[in-house]
């Protein structure tokens, strides 16, 4: 018989069929062999309730727990938003550290692990994701848990100096070996996982150096996540020639699809943008740049000075470089329909995916997945994306070398069409075998022990 599962997540779909591409491989392997999706249940509430609620009951059964409005600002906006997303994502210098934080974010996992304690079997997996949980195992085992239980971290470990940065330094620790299995995106993550153990006398290393387990018995592994490259190419074709994009004749897509998030390097990606139209030579195409970018975590100070500064940095260079029939970058703060992003990554030429720190970025992969492999555009991709490490075939850049990124630009508008099929079918390849299916195959190997 297979092991009952159960995930926890921060956010869990709500619809009955949810779309994207984590959530429905999560949705169709709890679907396939039964089992407990268990989240937040999104509005907060003045006095939570110390139990989980059912949503909804189908195949698998879907679960909601309370969170207060000072638990909102604490737990969410504050320790998992203003701490740990910045430190994560080599922004220690981001973070605001408070007291209250980090008790509101304690007092949210402490209250999860007494609802999972009574739910938990001995045989079941229990499958945790992200950052917003990180003390869960810990938390459990004090409970006497005894079931397997997994982590996955969808964005960057970080480095063994920022970490001192963190008030809860030596927990972190402690939180990560309390895992049978502790995933991450990159071989990248693993050494910084193991480099924060190099000093721990409870670590054990093998021959090479590598660490296979700590005296509670985790070992960290990684696990790119990827993305449905079947559905997601099948929508792109579908959607060929959906959407009407203003632009003249002759005229080149570059495009950039990202949250409005510091971490994904928007303003340095338009300073590079701008080193491209400085050095374009007068009778070499035209591009745009649209960038599409809807805003998220409005509430925290740090994402309204990311808009500020990328809104004055594309006034400004639209200013000194536009012509009256060609706006060099277009900017969407809006979300669009997942239908009319299918459409726009398969008409550009180029995707710029350039972010200054990201666990994996799922935008590089689907950008390759909707190309026309006849007539493909070209990926210029961020050494500091998980990314790097499996799309080798992309332009790689460093983002903030504005000149390097400017000419990158230049080097994938002129790449003649065999180097541009050569390079996009080796991605392609990546990308449709390494696809979400295989990654939740194989973190569910891992953690049953059997991968
Ligand atoms: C975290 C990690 C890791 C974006 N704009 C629109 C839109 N999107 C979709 C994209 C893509 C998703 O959002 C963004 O995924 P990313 O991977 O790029 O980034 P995060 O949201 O930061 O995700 C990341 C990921 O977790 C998974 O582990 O890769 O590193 O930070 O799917 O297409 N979708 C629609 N409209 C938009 O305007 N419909």
């Excluded at 709500?14 to 989240?39: F, K, M, N, R, Y």
């Excluded at 696809?435 to 939740?440: G, L, V």
Aim: with cysteine; net charge negative; proline share 6%.
């Amino acid at each position: 018989m297979t092991a009952r599962l159960i995930v926890v997540s921060n956010r869990i779909p709500t619809e009955a069929e949810p779309s994207g591409g984590l959530v429905v491989a999560l949705h169709d392997c709890l679907t396939a062999q039964g089992g407990v999706w268990i989240g937040t249940s999104g509005t907060p509430v003045k006095t939570p309730e110390p139990e989980l609620r059912q949503i909804a009951e189908g195949a698998y059964t879907r679960m909601v727990f309370d969170i207060s409005e000072d638990e909102h600002e604490g737990y969410y906006l504050g320790y998992a938003n203003s701490v740990l997303w910045p430190l994560f994502h080599r922004r220690a210098d981001l973070m605001h550290v408070q007291p209250e934080y980090a008790d509101h974010y304690m007092a949210v996992n402490t209250r999860l692990a007494d609802m999972l304690a009574d739910f938990a079997q001995p045989d079941d997996l229990l499958w945790i994701h992200d950052y917003h949980f990180l003390p869960l195992a810990a938390l459990l085992q004090e409970r006497g848990v005894t079931c397997r239980i997994g982590f996955f971290l969808h964005i960057p470990f970080p480095v063994v100096s920022d970490i001192l940065a963190l008030p809860q330094a030596n927990d972190l620790k402690d939180w990560v070996a309390a895992y049978d299995v502790f995933g991450v995106q990159t071989e990248g993550d693993v050494a910084r996982v193991m480099a924060h153990y190099r000093d721990d006398p409870d670590a054990t290393f093998d021959t090479q150096g590598r660490m296979v387990a700590l005296e509670d018995g985790v070992a960290p592994r990684h696990f790119p996540i990827g993305i449905d490259a079947q559905d997601f190419a099948a929508l792109a074709l579908a959607q060929a020639d959906a959407v009407p994009l203003a632009m003249t004749l002759g005229q080149k897509l570059v495009l950039g699809v990202d949250r409005l998030d510091y971490s994904k390097g928007l303003v340095h990606r338009f300073d590079g943008f701008a080193a491209y139209l400085e050095a374009r030579a007068p009778d070499t195409p035209k591009a745009t740049l649209l960038q599409i970018a809807p805003p998220s975590r409005e509430d925290v100070d740090a994402y309204k000075d990311i808009r500020t500064e990328l809104e004055q940095a594309a006034g400004m260079i639209n200013g000194a470089h536009a012509e009256l029939d060609w706006t060099p970058i277009r900017y969407i703060r809006r979300n669009v329909e997942r239908d009319t992003l299918a459409s726009v990554y398969r008409r550009a030429d180029v995707a710029m995916v350039t972010p200054l720190a990201d666990g994996m970025n799922l935008v590089a992969k689907e950008f390759v997945a909707a190309q026309d492999p006849d007539d493909p555009g070209v990926l210029i991709l961020s050494h500091f994306a998980g990314a790097a490490e499996q799309l080798t075939d992309a332009l790689m850049v460093n983002p903030y070398d504005a000149a390097e990124v400017g000419e990158a630009v230049q080097t994938a508008l002129t790449m003649p069409l065999a180097e541009r099929k050569a390079r996009h079918a080796r991605l392609l390849e990546n990308v449709m075998t390494e696809n979400i299916a295989w990654w939740t195959r194989s973190y569910l190997g891992a953690l049953r022990g059997t991968g």
